[in-house]
């Protein structure tokens, strides 16, 4: 039960409006580590509740330990303006009873309306890295009151390339900080060197790590000799194989 945690008030009420009884084991691991003010690393994929394993302990530490007069107090990056977005609306929606304030800051908005958002010193910030670079290049003071830093999907910000970002940014903030990191894997190429230049002494919470979960799927490699190769194969596949519904993952748009 999330009564069991050392929760304001405020939100365990948002947890009941949201019809969130019990922890999942990201939150049940993560959350009493996160409210003791630890830096953590954490093994956990879409879907197993990680959003809420750092929102509700970050909000918790935030309204617990009032800085009226700090700017930006926690900083959340996000690989994709899509997740960015996720991740905003659950913060919104798990500090409804509080005064905390969130902002979005993702590409594809106006540098104008995001420097309103600045303005209005939300405690929460949540963004992809590359937007972030260009305001910190405007203001390189903008994120150095955050003491709380989280990294969401960090195996795909780097894959995407935002390794040297997000260092750089964690730069940024206060150097006495608290830092969560979330990877679906640990074992992606670079996570290591990241983590040991980010993080300090984090404790390490493991759930699902990404193969662990698909024991009932049969995986098969089929190599295709050409681009037009892998057509007739995908074309072969969709005509002869049973199946009721398909998903075809793709690395590109
Ligand atoms: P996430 O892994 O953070 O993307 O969360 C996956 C989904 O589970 C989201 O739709 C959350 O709203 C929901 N969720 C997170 N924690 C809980 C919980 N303890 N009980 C029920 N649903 C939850």
């Given at each position: 039960?999330?009564?069991?945690?050392?929760?304001?008030?405020?939100?365990?009420?948002?947890?009941?409006?949201?019809?969130?009884?019990?922890?999942?084991?990201?939150?049940?691991?993560?959350?009493?580590?996160?409210?003791?003010?630890?830096?953590?690393?954490?093994?956990?994929?879409?879907?197993?509740?990680?959003?809420?394993?750092?929102?509700?302990?970050?909000?918790?530490?935030?309204?617990?330990?009032?800085?009226?007069?700090?700017?930006?107090?926690?900083?959340?990056?996000?690989?994709?303006?899509?997740?960015?977005r996720q991740l905003f609306k659950q913060c919104e929606a798990l500090a409804k009873f509080t005064a905390i304030q969130a902002g979005l800051i993702t590409g594809g908005e106006s540098f104008k309306f995001q420097a309103a958002t600045f303005r209005k010193n939300p405690e929460i910030?949540?963004?992809?890295?590359?937007?972030?670079?260009?305001?910190?290049?405007?203001?390189?003071?903008?994120?150095?009151?955050?003491?709380?830093?989280?990294?969401?999907?960090?195996?795909?910000?780097?894959?995407?390339?935002?390794?040297?970002?997000?260092?750089?940014?964690?730069?940024?903030?206060?150097?006495?900080?608290?830092?969560?990191?979330?990877?679906?894997?640990?074992?992606?190429?670079?996570?290591?060197?990241?983590?040991?230049?980010?993080?300090?002494?984090?404790?390490?919470?493991?759930?699902?790590?990404?193969?662990?979960?698909?024991?009932?799927?049969?995986?098969?490699?089929?190599?295709?000799?050409?681009?037009?190769?892998?057509?007739?194969?995908?074309?072969?596949?969709?005509?002869?194989?049973?199946?009721?519904?398909?998903?075809?993952?793709?690395?590109?748009?």
């Amino acid at each position: 039960m999330f009564t069991e945690f050392d929760l304001n008030p405020q939100l365990l009420k948002a947890l009941e409006a949201l019809k969130f009884s019990t922890p999942t084991p990201v939150q049940t691991q993560a959350i009493p580590l996160a409210l003791a003010g630890s830096d953590i690393m954490a093994c956990a994929q879409t879907g197993s509740g990680k959003t809420a394993a750092f929102l509700l302990p970050t909000l918790n530490n935030l309204i617990n330990n009032p800085a009226p007069n700090s700017g930006t107090r926690a900083l959340v990056l996000a690989p994709t303006r899509e997740l960015a977005r996720q991740l905003f609306k659950q913060c919104e929606a798990l500090a409804k009873f509080t005064a905390i304030q969130a902002g979005l800051i993702t590409g594809g908005e106006s540098f104008k309306f995001q420097a309103a958002t600045f303005r209005k010193n939300p405690e929460i910030i949540i963004s992809t890295p590359g937007r972030l670079i260009d305001h910190l290049g405007r203001k390189p003071t903008l994120m150095e009151d955050v003491e709380i830093l989280i990294l969401d999907e960090a195996d795909r910000m780097l894959d995407m390339g935002f390794a040297d970002d997000v260092v750089e940014i964690a730069n940024a903030c206060q150097a006495q900080r608290q830092t969560m990191l979330f990877s679906a894997t640990m074992n992606q190429k670079g996570i290591r060197h990241v983590i040991k230049q980010v993080l300090k002494e984090p404790v390490e919470v493991a759930v699902d790590e990404i193969k662990d979960k698909h024991a009932n799927i049969t995986q098969q490699m089929i190599l295709a000799d050409d681009d037009q190769h892998k057509d007739r194969l995908m074309t072969w596949m969709l005509a002869n194989e049973t199946y009721r519904q398909c998903i075809i993952f793709c690395n590109t748009k």
